[in-house]
């Protein structure tokens, strides 16, 4: 079994959020084949995309798995499940309020475009809500086509951005 590091983002912004991130990084860790070898601080982030809601907490984490990006991806999609998420189809859902969002951000240097799976995330380095929490833990990981996570965070305003002590 080939084992691959990869990274994913942790959010939300409704119910006891930071509450739900730590149950969500245990979640993570007890994947098959999977665990969790560094996690984020929390992190307070202004809404993006729609700013008529509540802010979010973002972390990250980096995994070593076996799993391939496919089944990882549908391990976070039950999870998200599990944690009362519903995605709902269309722009509405896209930015809204959320009880726990998980997003494959990286899966080693892979690059994928397949019907619902794109890794890298397709908007990572355009993101300092998820790169500054990916920064803390994996600053050289690769996004392929754009660096480092830190090169791709020096270029954007993390202005807004406060970890939670």
Known sequence: MNRVQACVGLGGNVGEVARTLAAALD??????????????????????????????????AVLDTGLAARDLLDALLATERGFGRERLDGE??????????LDLLLY???????????VPH????????ALVPLAEIAPTA??????????ALSALDAAGIEAIP
């Not at 509405?92 to 969002?101: A, E, K, N, Y």
């Not at 080693?108 to 794109?118: K, Q, S, Y």
């Not at 690769?142 to 090169?151: F, Q, S």
């Open 27 to 60: 979640a993570l860790a007890r994947l098959p084949g999977t665990s969790l070898l560094r996690a984020s601080r929390l992190y307070r982030t202004p809404a993006w995309g729609r700013r008529d809601q509540p802010d979010f907490l973002n972390a990250a």
């Open 142 to 151: 690769m996004i392929p086509g754009h660096g480092t996570v830190a090169a």
């Open 122 to 129: 397709p908007h990572l380095h355009e993101r300092a809500f």
């Open 92 to 101: 509405g859902d896209r930015w809204g309020p959320r009880t726990l969002d």
């Open 108 to 118: 080693g240097e892979a690059v994928i475009d397949a019907p619902g799976l794109r």
